[in-house]
C-alpha cells in the first residue's frame, strides 16, 4: 500500500491553503499531522480522500491517480470532524445502516466493532443520548468498519477519556500491524508522540517536518 503525493497545492477564494506538498506514505505506518487550527491538517486530509480537486500537483494511490483513474480511494475509512450518524437510531443500527452501503457485515462483526471501541454497553442507546466522547468511538468505529487499506483519523480522542485514549491507541495501532496506511490530525503533542511512526508538522499550509 503506497500513497505519493506529488506538488499538492490548492486555492480557495484566492488563498493557497495547501502549497506544494510533496509526501510519500507507505502501509503499516501511523502518520501523524501536526499544527495549529487552520495549517492545512483537514483539507490535506479531504485531499487524499477524494473529497476536494487539488488546484496543482497529484495524489496516486497505488499506482492509480485520483480523480484520473479513480475519483476516490478504492478501500478507504474517514472520520474527519465531527462524526454525524442519525439521532434517532441506536450506534448498533447506525453502522448496521452504513455498513448495509457497500460492505457484507454480519450483526456479530458490527458488535466486534463496538466492543473494540468500547461501546458494547451502548450498543443499544440512542445516538442522540451519546456524550461527545462516545460519538467520537462510533466515529472511529464507522472509520475502521471493513478493514479499508487507508484510514484517516482527525482528531480520534477528541472528548475520550484517560481509558478510551488507551482504548483508541491501541485500535489504531492493531489497524497499522495488520499494513494499513494510518494518518491521525491530532492537538495533543504528547498523544502524537506516542502513537505516531512519523510525524508530519504542517504550519499555513506546508509540511515543515
Avoid at 462524526?83 to 434517532?88: A, D, V, Y
Amino acid at each position: 500500500m503506497r500513497i505519493e503525493i506529488h506538488g499538492l497545492t490548492k486555492r480557495m477564494k484566492g488563498n493557497e491553503v495547501l502549497k506544494g506538498i510533496d509526501l510519500q506514505l507507505e502501509g503499516g505506518k501511523i502518520y501523524g499531522v501536526q499544527g495549529k487550527n487552520g495549517c492545512g491538517k483537514t483539507m490535506l486530509m479531504r485531499s487524499i480522500a477524494g473529497l476536494i480537486l487539488p488546484t496543482e500537483g497529484e495524489i496516486v494511490i497505488n499506482g492509480k491517480k485520483l480523480h484520473r483513474d479513480i475519483s476516490v480511494p478504492e478501500s478507504i475509512g474517514i472520520l474527519i470532524e465531527n462524526p454525524s450518524f442519525l439521532g434517532e437510531y441506536s450506534g448498533f443500527e447506525n453502522l448496521k445502516m452504513l455498513a448495509s452501503i457497500n460492505l457484507s457485515l454480519a450483526d456479530e462483526e458490527i458488535d466486534e466493532l463496538l466492543e473494540q471501541v468500547g461501546l458494547s454497553e451502548q450498543r443499544d442507546k440512542k445516538f442522540g443520548k451519546y456524550s461527545l466522547g462516545m460519538k467520537q468511538r462510533l466515529g472511529v468505529a464507522a472509520a475502521i468498519m471493513g478493514n479499508p487499506e487507508i484510514i484517516l483519523l482527525d482528531e480520534p480522542i477528541n472528548a475520550i477519556d484517560g481509558e478510551g485514549v488507551e482504548q483508541m491507541r491501541q485500535v489504531i495501532l492493531g489497524m497499522r500491524d495488520e499494513g494499513r496506511i494510518i494518518i491521525v490530525a491530532c492537538h495533543d503533542k504528547e498523544e502524537m508522540e506516542l502513537l505516531a511512526d512519523e510525524i508530519i508538522v504542517m504550519v499555513e499550509g506546508e509540511v515543515r517536518g
